[in-house]
Structure formats: C-alpha cells, structure tokens
C-alpha cells in the first residue's frame, strides 16, 4: 500500500490509474474498524484501485473537546489498511487540505436536511462535513465515493451535495456493521469504560423496539418513550427522531412515506454516539 501526504503527489498517481479504470474513495477519520473495513471491501469489489483517506477535519468538530479526544491510532490504521490490500492512504496535513486556512468555507445550501437532528444538536458539524467531502472530491475525483449508512444524515447531505455541485462521482451506501450484542461499530467506542460499553446496547435495542412498534404506534408516542428508555444514569439521549429517509422531516405514522428512519443520538458517560435503523424502505 502507498501512504502519501501530499495532494501533488496523490493527483499524480491518480492521474495513472484513471486511464486504466475506476477508482473507488472511502474517506475516514481513522480508528478504523470493520465498518470501514466493510467499505474497503466494496470498493475493491467494485473498482480497480481503492484509496483511504484519513484526515481528522478540525473544521467539523464543534465541541474542541471531542477533536482533542478523537482517537489517532494511525500505526494500527496502516497495518488494517495493509491486510485489506487497500492501494493507497492519503494521510494528509491539515495544511495540506486547507492551503489557504480553514476559514474560507464554500457555503452550500442544504434546505432542512443539515437543520435537524446532529445539525441542530452540532451547530457547524455539517458546513465542515461538506467542506471536507467537496475539497477531498474536488483533490481526488474518484469514480465511486463510498460510505457508511451508520451517518445516515451525512450521507443524505453528502448525496445533496454531489447534486449541487454537479460532480461526476457515484455514491455507494455500505450497510452498518455491529458489534456481536448490536452496539454499532465507531471509533468513539473505545472511549467507552467496559460498564458504558455494556450498556450501550440499550441504543440499539430501542431502535429495535421502535421498530416492532412503528406500525401500531403514533410516531410521537414511540419518540417520546424511547426517549425515557435511554434516559438513565450516565445516559442523556440528545434526539430520538423517526423521519423522512428523503428529506429528513419528523413523520407521524408508518403510512406518512415509503422510506422511514429513526435516527437517534446520546451521550454514554463523555462518549456522544449516534444510530439509525430503517422503519420501512418501499421505495424499490
Ligand atoms: P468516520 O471515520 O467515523 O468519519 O467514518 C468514515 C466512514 O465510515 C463514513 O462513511 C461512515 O459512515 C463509515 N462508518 C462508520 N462507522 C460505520 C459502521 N459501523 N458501519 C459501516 N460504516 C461505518
């Protein structure tokens, strides 16, 4: 596997490989763990040559705790990279990102869809999502773009925002990976203490039960109660959301669209973690 740091030396290589067939780009803040594994994996699948990028934005971090926190462990990263044949790592500087400094961000306009849930609770997260995803498109130009269903508003915004800009790259959706009792995978994991991570299941489990009950159940009443399921000690449930999978708008019932979410974010001890599950997707 190649590990390159610089954007001069990154175009070139890709420049090569274009002309001989696709390329497929999994961006990443790295503590990497089966999940982007899994996007690894489908990258390889489905295009010729696969890169990796690892870059923790600092522009995405509203909270400078949490950026000063996120987990680095890039010798470890490198090692998972090398066994899944990944062909290149793009570690990048934030320098090297950013030339011109952080400041100077391209405004989208994503109507409602960064307004609620992690964008309500994350004040900037998404401006310096989207920031990040354009620069790290506009340096790479990959064919295929894959990512994690387990950020399902990034997603829908990352989606939005190929629109906007019009570029030439497809979004591929890779399923989320678990941990054995259903806690999803994050790097944010490891930050849990060994009784946090026990009880972090519960997240998972509400969304399960949220679920079974979606279609004997008003929408407010399950939000509501699964909000009192995650409140607990050390618990604090920031959304319970059940919304559009299109516009991410709060629905009522079950026959309100043929795509529904719900979406959910709380805080575990210092630890904020987000899930989702798919209530119903009639839309094939
Ligand atoms: P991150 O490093 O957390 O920014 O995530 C990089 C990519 O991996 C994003 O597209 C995430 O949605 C995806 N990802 C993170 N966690 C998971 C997971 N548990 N299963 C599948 N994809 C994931």
Redesign the pocket.
């Known amino acids: 596997m190649l590990i390159i740091h610089t954007v001069e030396a990154l175009q070139k290589i890709i420049n090569e490989k274009k002309s001989s067939g696709l390329t497929g780009f ?11 594994i ?2 690894i994996k489908q990258s390889k699948s489905e295009t010729d040559y696969t890169i990796c990028s ?1 870059f923790v934005n600092p522009t995405q971090f509203n909270d400078p705790n949490d950026l000063k926190k996120y987990p680095r462990p890039v010798a470890h990263d490198i090692e998972i990279l090398e066994d899944a044949n990944c062909d290149v790592l793009f570690l990048p500087e934030v320098d090297e990102i950013y030339p011109n400094g952080s400041s100077d961000k391209k405004k989208f306009d994503f109507g409602q869809l960064d307004k609620v849930m992690e964008g309500f609770f994350r004040p900037g997260h998404f401006d310096g999502m989207a920031q990040v995803v354009d620069r790290l498109l506009e340096i790479l130009q990959p064919d295929k773009l ?6 399902f508003q ?2 829908t915004i990352v989606r939005a925002m190929l629109r906007l800009t019009g570029r030439n790259t497809e979004l591929v959706t ?5 941990e054995k009792d259903g806690l ?5 994991n490891i930050r849990l203490t060994s009784e946090h991570r026990k009880e972090a299941t519960l997240i998972y489990k509400t969304l399960k039960w949220a679920k079974k009950n979606a279609s004997s159940l008003n929408f407010d009443d399950i939000s509501l109660k699964a909000m009192k399921k995650l409140t607990r000690t050390d618990f604090k449930p920031e959304y319970f959301d059940i919304v559009d999978g299109i516009t991410l708008q709060k629905l009522n019932s079950i026959q309100d669209s043929d795509y529904i979410v719900a979406c959910v974010a709380c805080w575990v001890g210092e630890v904020r973690l987000i899930d989702n599950i798919i209530i119903k997707d009639e839309t094939e």
Request: no cysteine; proline share 3%.
């Open positions: 999994i961006p990443t803040m790295g503590a990497l763990h089966s999940g982007h899994s996007l690892i894959f990512m994690g269903q387990k950020d990034q997603l890779g399923a989320t990976f678990r999803a995978k994050s790097s944010r």
